[in-house]
């Protein structure tokens, strides 16, 4: 069996190691097989990542992903080419996904901490008679507070009505969590994760962030903060401003 942690944020977005420290981090400190980075609205660290992992004889794969923010909160993309456009539609963006061939997952679904998709977003996703709109997995793992406050009723709305494929993943923002959830498959690639993900024979692992863990993030939160609330916005407008530029329109 295989581990894959599929949730990890760089500096790209609002992360604190660089994706050549997540990578150093992984081949050094964990037993992963699979690592995914997936960086809030941004595909260069996953750009980043699979270039560095052609490179470089790392004894794990890198599988490509991004975080989106849809309309209706956040969705993890995997398996990508290129960037997804973020402020869609919920439907629209996974349909958009499915079309080039990539993986959807809800992550910290439902949950009030942070922006995630809400219970009827979840529910009118999975009764949709439409074959590019359907989640690929459900993330019943997310070892952040955001997802430790919600977990009876993930687990519950997974068992009872949505049935999807399981999936762990640390959303670490610092190299000490990496690899704290993972999701469990047969196989140790991305095209065995797919499968597994296909057959709904994943399961999860990992544990909800120790005292330790949460003492480390409260030292660094403030440095993290800005990284989110300061850097990132600005690295969206500088993209924003530069995309219309080059298109000879202000349209964001």
């Known amino acids: 069996m295989g581990q894959a942690d599929i949730h990890i944020h ?16 992984a081949e050094h400190k964990t037993d992963l097989d699979l690592i995914a980075i997936t960086d809030h609205d941004m595909f260069d660290g996953a750009d980043e990542a699979r270039n ?15 975080e989106v923010t849809t309309l209706e909160g956040h969705l993890l993309v995997l398996g990508i080419d290129k960037p997804v456009r973020s ?41 949709t008679p439409d074959d590019l709109i359907y989640f690929d997995g459900f993330e019943t ?40 959830a993972a999701t469990v498959f047969p196989g140790k690639t991305p095209a065995d994760l797919r499968r597994a993900l296909r057959d709904k024979t994943t399961a999860v692992a990992g544990h909800y962030w120790t005292r330790e863990e949460m003492r480390y993030l409260a030292r660094i939160g403030p440095a993290q903060m800005y990284q989110s609330l ?23």
């Not at 760089?10 to 981090?25: I, K, P, R, W």
């Not at 079309?99 to 977003?121: E, F, K, L, Y």
């Not at 070892?143 to 999807?164: D, F, I, M, T």
């Open 10 to 25: 760089t500096t790209h977005s609002d992360g604190m190691a660089t994706v050549e420290q997540v990578l150093d981090f």
């Open 52 to 66: 560095l992992a052609a490179r470089r004889n790392y004894r794990f794969q890198v599988l490509t992903g991004m």
């Open 87 to 127: 402020l869609q539609r919920l439907d629209k963006t996974i349909a958009h996904v499915h079309a080039q061939g990539g993986i959807v997952i809800a992550p910290h679904p439902m949950s009030w901490m942070i922006r995630s998709i809400g219970r009827n977003g979840l529910l009118r996703i999975h009764q």
């Open 141 to 180: 793992l997310n070892p952040s507070l955001a997802g430790r406050v919600v977990e009876k009723q993930v687990r519950e709305l997974n068992a009872r009505v949505l049935q999807l494929a399981e999936t762990g993943g640390s959303d670490s923002h610092v190299l000490p969590t990496i690899g704290s």
């Open 230 to 252: 300061v850097k990132l916005p600005a690295k969206h407008i500088r993209r924003t401003i530069g995309w219309a530029s080059r298109n000879g329109t202000h349209k964001p």
